[in-house]
């Protein structure tokens, strides 16, 4: 049905729902905290867990902090870091961090994603790509599956 065979009224009222779906794509960004506020957060995260912290929730951060790193959270111990680079897209905030670990010494260089306002979210590139992509989510057993049955 083409527009001018519409009622106006019915014609205005379309427009109004239809404006605000055209403003979506800006607030992808608006997901991203600002570039600074998002290095220093990382840098607080970092320096958590360099003096001995554990990962989560970062205490007397504001806004909230919470990080999600699976070898800090299995014991893994930072000696130093170094933010590297920095590189910002519509969608997403990543850092190239170089770490400094203990036990065994050595020193590699890791990519993290800095999400939010309020949590601000830090991610390493491994748990965010297993968050976004579900990649290596538990795995269901035969015996689990719904509708599964012996001998079928």
């Known amino acids: 049905m083409a527009l001018s065979f519409m009622r106006p009224g019915l014609c205005?009222?379309?427009?109004?729902?239809?404006?605000?779906?055209?403003?979506?794509?800006?607030?992808?960004?608006?997901?991203?905290?600002?570039?600074?506020?998002?290095?220093?957060?990382?840098?607080?995260a970092l320096k958590a867990w360099r003096d001995g912290a554990k990962p989560g929730t970062i205490s007397g951060t504001e806004p909230v902090v919470q990080v999600v790193d699976t070898p800090w959270g299995q014991g893994e111990r930072l000696k130093s870091f170094e933010i590297l680079d920095e590189d910002r897209t519509a969608s997403q905030l990543r850092f190239s961090v170089r770490l400094a670990l203990a036990k065994p010494e050595r020193v590699q260089e890791v990519n993290y994603y800095v999400l939010g306002r309020g949590p601000v979210m830090i991610f390493r590139e491994e748990d965010y790509l297993r968050n976004i992509n579900m990649e290596d989510g538990p795995r269901l057993s035969k015996t689990t599956r719904p509708g599964w049955r012996r001998g079928r």
Request: one cysteine or more.
């Open 12 to 44: 205005l009222g379309l427009l109004f729902l239809l404006l605000p779906a055209a403003g979506c794509n800006s607030r992808t960004i608006d997901a991203l905290p600002p570039t600074a506020d998002a290095r220093g957060a990382l840098e607080t």
